[in-house]
């Protein structure tokens, strides 16, 4: 089932983020790709999983990542990904089209097991349904 990009944005002002260090013991954790361009909505979608108990590392929140991308970069991704126990992929019509949106999902699908990679459709405010890189039709 997709999720309303207003229901993300929403959530993001409940302002309980918090910054990523290392894991909680006993909390699930997740690496959550998206587009910069969707910072809001994964702001949202960080708060409704961190009120459910999760942690969920957003590489731009990460204070050792360089201000510019670079190979530091890649691999601070790719420790990230590797380290969590989920890879979540914000499906939105800018993370389809991303350079490294595609990148990170490659990289999760040969170190990760599967059933522990997660699309999140999403809705957008015209109502185009945004289902994710796999099954994407056009």
Not at 64 to 78: F, L, N, Q, V, Y
Request: charged content about 20%; some cysteine.
């Amino acid at each position: 089932m997709a999720i309303y990009q207003y229901e993300l944005s929403n959530a993001s002002f409940r302002k309980q983020q918090r910054v990523f260090s290392s894991p909680s013991i006993g909390r699930p954790t997740a690496f959550l790709s998206h587009s910069h361009k969707d910072n809001q909505q994964a702001l949202g979608l960080q708060q409704m999983l961190i009120e459910q108990g999760w942690d969920i590392y957003i590489d731009w929140q990460d204070q050792k990542m360089p201000e510019r991308p670079d190979a530091e970069t890649a691999r601070r991704i790719k420790n990230a990904i590797v380290h969590a126990n989920w890879f979540l992929f914000l499906a939105t019509e800018n993370s389809m089209s991303s350079r490294w949106c595609p990148w990170e999902i490659g990289y999760a699908d040969g170190k990760k097991n599967l059933n522990n990679i997660v699309i999140v459709p999403t809705v957008d405010s015209s109502g185009r349904h945004h289902p994710g890189l796999f099954t994407r039709l056009t």
